[in-house]
């Protein structure tokens, strides 16, 4: 291996990458912002006779409901759900704040959609501490500032951050 293919190699290690999804987002902003829902089944998508699931929260999830299924077929498998129409501008508002915690941890952010991100927090380390600790901040944060969980999922590259935080889903620390 020549030198600088040895360099790149130890630089690729060396990265400390996070992955950060917010559970069941949509779902769950409805149900911080309408605490009568709260472990409750809640559904969000298409209210009509055609309409897809957009996010069902855990309570859901657990009778088989899950997204881009059609409402009728997530209503037939779960009959005491919840289902409430997309609040796109709220969901909006609420992942800003969250887009605002990780620009804090670092200013290198890969969004993904309104509810997860990459964050390379390589240079952060100095400042922050280890890739346990910033991960741990950015729950810890994320839940204090919109009341929402999120998963994180930490590793040397994009691929294992991701798996990670799908591994411990929800409310993972991977």
């Known amino acids: 291996m020549t030198q600088t293919a040895t360099s790149d190699a130890t630089t690729r290690r060396d990265r400390a990458i996070i992955h950060v999804d917010m559970d069941a987002f949509y779902a769950s902003v409805e149900q911080n912002d309408q605490p009568q829902y709260r472990n ?4 969000v998508g298409g209210t009509g006779g055609r309409g897809v699931v957009a996010a069902a ?5 657990n009778f088989g409901v899950f997204s881009a299924m059609p409402v009728s ?24 704040e969250g887009f605002r915690i990780f620009r804090e941890a670092t200013p290198e952010v890969e ?25 741990a901040s950015l729950r810890e944060k994320i839940l204090s500032r919109t009341g929402l969980h999120a998963s994180v999922g930490m ?9 990670a935080s799908d591994a411990g889903k929800p409310r993972g620390f991977v």
């Open 40 to 43: 409750r089944p809640v559904i």
């Open 57 to 61: 929260r855990y309570e859901a999830r």
């Open 73 to 96: 077929r997530a209503r037939s498998l779960c009959p005491q759900a919840v289902v409430l129409p997309v609040r796109m501008s709220r969901y909006r508002e609420v992942s800003a």
């Open 111 to 135: 969004g993904l959609s309104l509810d997860e991100a990459f964050l390379d927090v390589s240079a952060s380390l100095a400042l922050f501490g280890s890739i346990e600790t910033i991960g």
């Open 155 to 163: 590793a040397h590259n994009k691929f294992l951050a991701k798996l």
